[in-house]
């Protein structure tokens, strides 16, 4: 029997699905597609994660939603998915799944700040857990996909930084802007 390795990655790339791909899908109604059009941030489903469950967010999601529309109460938050269609899927492993999020770039970076926080709230049993994640940060023309599976004390020099340059960039909004002790406020300040 051979061993198991772990697979870690850090991957960014340019995809095609944006916003209007995501709230396009099948599986969601007009009057769903509607509310999700003007959304910050959207959870969205694992689509075919195996082949008796087309759409699954990670155990636990549903709390995870809940808690950012609570602490997020300046943006618009959804999820992609209908509520008799919402299913959850317990993966038991060490690793904290987070699932997959779209996010507006002018959200972007303190939505990531505000997951930091999350992740390390969930992790204070252990030091140095694996985390994985899946962003899509999308403007008007662009979708970019920030997939990330590896140790939390990664997390921050990687994905956290690489995302607060890319939105940072794009809007001219100063890093001050969302820093973590001012999250949910100063979101239209200019440069």
Not at 94 to 100: A, K, L, N, P, S
Not at 111 to 139: G, H, M, R, T, Y
Not at 144 to 157: A, H, I, T
Request: charged residues 30%; negative net charge.
């Amino acid at each position: 029997m051979g061993t198991f390795k772990e697979e870690f990655y850090y991957e960014v790339s340019e995809i095609e699905d944006g916003k209007l791909e995501w709230v396009s899908r099948p599986y969601i109604s007009l009057s769903l597609k509607e509310n999700l059009k003007g959304a910050d941030i959207l959870f969205i489903p694992l689509e075919n994660f195996r082949p008796n469950y087309q759409l699954l967010f990670p155990e636990g999601t549903i709390d995870l939603y809940y808690k950012a529309v609570d602490e997020l109460s300046n943006l618009n938050i959804g999820i992609c998915i209908e509520d008799h269609d919402y299913k959850e899927i317990a993966l038991h492993s060490d690793i904290i799944r987070f699932g997959q999020f779209l996010v507006e770039y002018i959200a972007a970076p303190l939505f990531v700040n505000w997951l930091w926080s999350v992740i390390n709230s969930k992790s204070q049993k252990e030091s140095n857990p694996i985390i994985e994640v899946n962003l899509i940060v999308v403007d008007d023309s662009t979708a970019k996909q920030f997939r990330y599976k590896d140790k939390k004390s990664n997390f921050e020099s990687t994905i956290k930084k690489e995302i607060e340059t890319y939105c940072y960039g794009k809007s001219g909004l100063k890093k001050s802007t969302f820093s973590d002790d001012k999250v949910g406020r100063n979101m239209n300040e200019q440069v």
